[in-house]
């Protein structure tokens, strides 16, 4: 299986400094997302790809809309893909950082979950990958997603090195599974 995983294009959010983890939250591509995006589709334009995985956030989605126009896959939400759950929705990712920076793995604050609990749930996203029988897939997701996607298939990244690991909007990574 060869399978794209990309960051989302950038959002509103994100020229604001905060975090979202809320689906029903007005969070979207900025005029910059949607051009990075477009870059994005164009760069991907000849990877056949049968089916485009997003998370339950609009932003993905939006983002894979805008590289779908060259391939017309269909577009599955999955939702361990979602990033992750701060407990901090709505407010500055720089407070978030903050709560956390005692323990910065395990810390779990406002009923959010901790580094290791969505590195979990990524890694049994990975484990259901692995048994899909689709040959090209496109994941897009979100950078603390994508740092436990580089982690895993790059190898050499203890846990406590996750959050070094930046990947920016629109940026992709290709790997391959050998399914059996």
């Keep these: 299986m060869n399978f794209y995983c990309m960051r989302h294009g950038r959002t509103n959010y994100n020229d604001l400094g905060l975090c979202n983890d809320d689906p029903a939250r007005d969070v979207y591509l900025t005029e910059a997302g949607i051009a990075q995006a477009q870059l994005a589709a164009l760069s991907l334009r000849e990877v056949a790809f049968e089916c485009i995985l997003v998370s339950p956030l609009p932003r993905t989605r ?21 990033d992750i759950r701060s407990g901090f929705e709505g407010k500055p990712v720089s407070d978030y950082f903050a709560a956390i920076c005692h323990d910065p793995l395990r810390a779990r604050v406002n009923g959010g979950e901790s580094l290791l609990d969505h590195k979990l749930r990524v890694l049994r996203f990975i484990d259901w990958l692995k048994v899909q029988q689709d040959k090209t897939l496109l ?10 996607f580089v982690a895993y298939f790059e190898g050499g990244v203890e846990d406590a090195q996750l959050r070094d690991i930046h990947v920016g909007n629109c940026e992709y990574r290709h790997y391959n599974l050998d399914i059996p």
């Design 139 to 148: 994941i897009i997701a979100h950078e603390e997603t994508m740092r436990v």
């Design 62 to 82: 939006q983002t894979a809309e805008i590289v779908n126009r060259y391939h017309a896959a269909p577009i599955v939400m999955y939702a361990d893909l979602a």
